[in-house]
């Protein structure tokens, strides 16, 4: 389901746009900056230090989680099992990845609109609110 991004939703982003908005991507840096509160999964916050090329760029990417006030929410039992149920449900039929179910159970459990450019990465879970970035 996609919903119109409302300025002060809460959102959850996913690695893409955040890695857009790091990388001076105009439209990204200006949606974080008009979200009333920036979250995002765990997960999300592995893949994006994953993508550090070396110890400068992983601290420039925390100081950029901190300049934006990220908040980091915890995968819980809850959300861990709604991910398995995800995977369970659509890993064959729709190419359900580990990260996307548990990025989508945070943004379900914790009752937020996920903000992502791979929107058909998200497709198949229900309930899920989405706000699909755009690359301009």
Not at 23 to 31: Q, T
Request: negative net charge.
């Amino acid at each position: 389901m996609c919903v119109v991004f409302v300025r002060g939703d809460n959102l959850i982003f996913d690695s893409d746009v955040l890695i857009w908005a790091f990388r001076g991507k105009e439209s990204a840096s200006n949606l974080l900056l008009s979200a009333e509160s920036i979250s995002i999964s765990a997960v999300t916050y592995m893949e994006f230090m994953q993508g550090a090329l070396n110890k400068m760029e992983l601290f420039q990417i925390k100081k950029f989680l901190n300049v934006f006030n990220v908040k980091i929410l915890d995968i819980t039992p809850e959300i861990t099992h709604l991910a398995m149920l995800y995977v369970e449900s659509y890993a064959l039929s729709n190419s359900m990845q580990l990260a996307d179910a548990l990025i989508a159970a945070t943004s379900i459990t914790n009752n937020e609109t996920l903000c992502t450019a791979n929107g058909k990465h998200y497709k198949c879970v229900p309930d899920l609110q989405m706000v699909l970035f755009k690359v301009e």
